[in-house]
């Protein structure tokens, strides 16, 4: 059973995602939160497997109750998720630098955030390839593209830049032409090798050191 946190200040939205959540026999909404303070409390005392977190709330807000709780090593495996009203918020990419799974838009659809709570409940991150890509590339593409990191083969980057865009291990698997198993293994080794914790800090990691670019950064405007 999928532990579930719902962590907004607006009764309704809580009551929404509470009912669409648990009418599935996997998931069950085990706390709910208004403010930031309340969602690290209920983290601390229930210990649920994923926390829904709206990132602008009264009090202490959804980035410090994050960056609470993906510090807290007593917390190491509660996966926070982000809800924000914006598919653009600075405050989103902190989040993730902090150690979040990944973050929906609140209009996601109703199966989209049912999926998204197993995806990141097994211990994957949320990466949509819509969003995520284009707000990291919002900050990164302010910094200089350094050397390619020594830490990594060219096969490894190459696996950093199809996560970073988006790709499943499946997916990956499939363009490279791999097993699932080795595509797996093969993302697994560079998270250690990069000490990142899952793979929404990878993409984070990729984008804001230059090791992956958009290619739209490369062109100019026009």
């Not at 009551?15 to 599935?24: H, K, P, T, V």
Request: aromatic fraction near 4%.
């Amino acid at each position: 059973m999928i532990r579930v946190l719902l962590a907004d200040d607006q009764h309704l939205v809580r009551a929404g995602f509470s009912s669409l959540l648990d009418d599935e026999d996997d998931i069950d909404v085990v706390g709910e939160a208004a403010d930031g303070e309340a969602a690290l409390a209920a983290a601390r005392d229930l210990r649920p497997d994923v926390v829904l977190m709206d990132i602008r709330m009264p009090r202490a807000d959804g980035l410090g109750a994050t960056r609470a709780i993906c510090g807290d090593q007593r917390l190491a495996e509660v996966r926070v998720v982000i809800l924000t009203t914006y598919d653009l918020d600075e405050h989103v990419y902190g989040a993730l630098r902090a150690g979040a799974a990944g973050f929906l838009v609140k209009d996601t659809e109703p199966d989209e955030l049912v999926r998204a709570v197993r995806v990141v409940a097994r211990g994957d991150a949320l990466i949509s390839p819509a969003i995520t890509r284009r707000l990291i590339a919002e900050y990164a593409n302010r910094s200089p593209r350094p050397e390619p990191d020594p830490r990594l083969t060219p096969r490894e980057r190459e696996v950093v830049s199809l996560v970073a865009a988006g790709l499943s291990n499946d997916e990956i698997a499939a363009r490279l032409v791999l097993s699932p198993a080795t595509a797996r293994s093969a993302v697994s080794r560079i998270m250690a090798k990069l000490c990142v914790r899952d793979r929404a800090q990878l993409v984070v990691l990729a984008y804001e050191s230059g090791l992956v670019r958009p290619a739209w950064a490369a062109q100019p405007p026009g």
